[in-house]
């Protein structure tokens, strides 16, 4: 075989691997997302229904030691109160049957309660 037609054989053989390597890259990525593409809930707070939590805040009060809880009469009312607490209430719990809201802390480990809906401010 002349040379020419071994570097022929060469830069195909180098062309075809580029290609394949382009594809499979290409087809591994494309379920990837980008946070800045991923959907948020809307409105000012995400709600994740059904689930209550134990860690509960201990900051309200004159003595800044007493449990953050508040009687409210609506949802609407919960949320005002969280908003006129931007310091302490990040996340709260409101009970529907009780109307109580709860202000609590960041903790992921929930445990189910239907009826108890757990807040979290989208800002």
């Not at 075989?1 to 499979?24: A, E």
């Not at 939590?53 to 949802?75: M, Q």
């Amino acid at each position: 075989m002349s040379r020419d037609i071994i570097y022929v054989i060469i830069i195909f053989l180098l062309s075809v691997s580029l290609v394949l390597v382009i594809i499979l890259t290409q087809n591994e990525k494309k379920d990837h997302i980008h946070e800045s593409e991923c959907s948020k809930p809307k409105g000012e707070y995400a709600v994740d229904p059904g689930n209550i939590t134990t860690d509960i805040l201990s900051t309200c009060g004159t003595d800044n030691k007493s449990s953050c809880t508040f009687r409210v009469t609506s949802l609407k009312e919960a949320t005002d109160v969280c908003n006129r607490n931007p310091d302490k209430c990040y996340r709260f719990m409101y009970d529907t049957n009780r109307n109580v809201i709860t202000f609590i802390g960041n903790s992921t480990n929930l445990t189910s309660k239907i009826g108890t809906d757990i807040f979290t401010r989208q800002t």
